[in-house]
């Protein structure tokens, strides 16, 4: 048989192109139904297009002529049909015995084809010919033949994707949530109905609240499908600097942007990260696997492609005075996705079930609405903090490693005139913690100073490592300081993730390693 174009794997693939006619036909799909539709989707109404239209020509073709087998004589003027060839036409225009003694007695025909050219093809040969045995118009010998529908579940996937693609340079075609309309048939959404869902979230403490529940009020045509009435009214809200899409992926949420925490709104300064330069191929080892276990949110880490919940983390300084947690290689594949820049969900109190208003900020790797839980529960710097899903979308469950309230001997900074200097105190401790890590504070406005000293001096990285590692060292009767606890110690000046740390202790001849990533001043430097 002859293979059909869309039976073949390379027809959805390195030879698929989307044509204006394509989208004229995804055009009238959308228009017919009202229904706004995914790439997937409409990869899917493609493919059985396309399939529809092979069918239609191959019946076109068919009936225009003799289909050409080799074993068949024809005369001048017989049409003649080439399914091997596209299935093109042609005029029988001469014949004339063959000549191969290796064939036998046989003609040749030569042909016109309608678009011109013209070619010879043999005829009344009796010797065996795949198409001679082949009885109809279908797949090659030996391949598997596929309806319409089940090239499109197999190729919908793949021919979705780059649809998805080709229409994001379409200003015909708008998208939101994850699906398609055209731009023209949208449902007018005008400044008044803008207005009047403003005021319900106004109402709602800024939402976040689904299109469904603003719909209301806002009176849109009836006659139009519920769903093309929400996907004008999200397309109208897109774009409106006024309202914020908040929702987990596969649901649409609105919050008025002005209520938006202040922390969501902009990056809290402790987070802020200005990118810092070092060669990576100066860490060894060890250090990769300390930078792999810290997980810092700006650490160039690859997702794990699982992970093991419940997820421990533990609480830096930084995040612990912003209220976040980290959206770090790990913790992301915990925290709820999304198309969208900001992601509202909810935080539930593993001991007690409160649940804690929460966001995802992607683009500053955090997640912010913490504080008030960190002071309730007494969870200090350095706290051993569980994470896992909820059973509900779009909820995180969190725990601390709770404890009956105890004195510890704990590191606790103390800075004299914006500078780190630290002693072992005694500090009551209400949850686990880790040694290294722990950086208590007694005095937040003298803490402030050390980073705002840090920045309005400019201080390098360097300098800030020159300043705090003998501090550090002082704690230890053998002079040693661990790598965590130096990052530990450093973020609270400037935030910093431990690769350019580790790196900087590398290049300097300040310091020296001494093993399971404790570094030691060199014999008679001061560190200055």
């Known amino acids: 048989m002859i293979q059909r174009k869309t039976q073949n794997p ?7 192109t989307i044509t204006p006619d394509d989208l004229q036909y995804l055009s009238t799909v959308l228009v017919e139904d009202e229904l706004p539709r995914s790439a997937e989707d409409l990869g899917r109404a493609l493919i059985l297009d396309r399939c529809r239209q092979e069918e239609t020509l191959i019946e076109r073709a068919m009936s225009r002529g003799t289909p050409y087998q080799p074993k068949r004589s024809y005369k001048v003027g017989e049409q003649v049909v080439f399914p091997a060839l596209d299935f093109r036409a042609a005029e029988v225009v001469g014949v004339r015995p063959g000549h191969n003694p290796e064939y036998g007695s046989f003609q040749v025909i030569r042909v016109k084809f309608e678009k011109g050219g013209e070619r010879e093809f043999a005829s009344e040969l009796e ?8 009885a109809q118009i279908g797949v090659a010998s030996g391949a598997e033949q596929h309806s ?6 197999l190729y919908s996937p793949q021919v979705g994707a780059m649809l998805e693609r080709h229409l994001e340079s379409e200003s015909d075609f708008v998208r939101l949530a994850g699906k398609w309309f055209r731009r ?4 007018d959404v005008h400044v008044g109905h803008l207005n009047l869902a403003e005021a319900v979230l106004d109402m709602a403490s800024g939402g976040p609240s689904p299109t469904e529940d603003l719909l209301g009020d806002l009176e849109l045509p009836e006659e ?3 769903q093309l009435r929400v996907f004008s009214l999200n397309y109208a809200l897109q774009e409106d600097e006024r309202f914020d899409e908040v929702g987990p992926a596969g649901e649409v949420l609105w919050f008025l942007r002005r209520m938006e925490p202040e922390g969501v709104q902009s990056i809290p300064v402790r987070l802020q990260y200005q990118s810092l330069e070092y060669d990576p191929a100066l860490l060894t080892s060890e250090m990769l696997a300390l930078e792999q276990e810290l997980d810092d949110e700006w650490s160039n880490l690859g997702s794990p492609a699982e992970i093991e919940e419940p997820l421990t983390v533990i609480l830096t300084y930084p995040h612990w005075r912003s209220g976040t947690l980290p959206l770090s290689s790990q913790l992301a594949r915990v925290f709820p996705t999304g198309r969208t820049r900001r992601i509202r969900f909810s935080l539930i109190d593993g001991e007690s079930g409160a649940e804690v208003p929460a966001w995802v900020v992607r683009e500053g790797h955090y997640i912010y609405g913490l504080g008030e839980w960190y002071r309730e529960n007494d969870v200090p710097p350095g706290a051993y903090l569980e994470l896992t899903r909820g059973e509900r979308p779009g909820t995180v469950v969190i725990r601390r490693r709770g404890r009956r309230p105890r004195r510890e001997w704990v590191r606790v900074a103390l800075p004299i005139d914006g500078q780190l200097t630290f002693e072992v105190r005694k500090q009551l401790i209400a949850c686990e913690y880790d040694e290294l890590m722990i950086v208590a504070e007694e005095d937040p406005t003298a803490m402030d100073l050390v980073w705002a000293r840090a920045h309005k001096q400019e201080l390098s990285l360097s300098e800030l490592i020159t300043e705090i590692f003998p501090e550090l060292a002082k704690l230890s009767p053998q002079g040693t300081v661990h790598a965590a606890t130096l990052y530990s110690a450093v973020n609270v000046a400037m935030r910093t993730p431990p690769g350019p740390l580790l790196a900087e202790l590398v290049v300097s001849d300040a310091y020296a390693p001494v093993g399971d990533n404790y570094w030691v001043l060199h014999a008679g430097s001061t560190g200055v």
């Open 10 to 16: 390379a027809y959805w693939g390195e030879e698929f």
């Open 127 to 134: 010797t065996d010919h795949r198409l001679n045995d082949e």
């Open 148 to 153: 319409a529908d089940e090239l499109a579940t």
């Open 184 to 187: 023209d048939l949208l449902v």
């Open 224 to 226: 139009i499908t519920p």
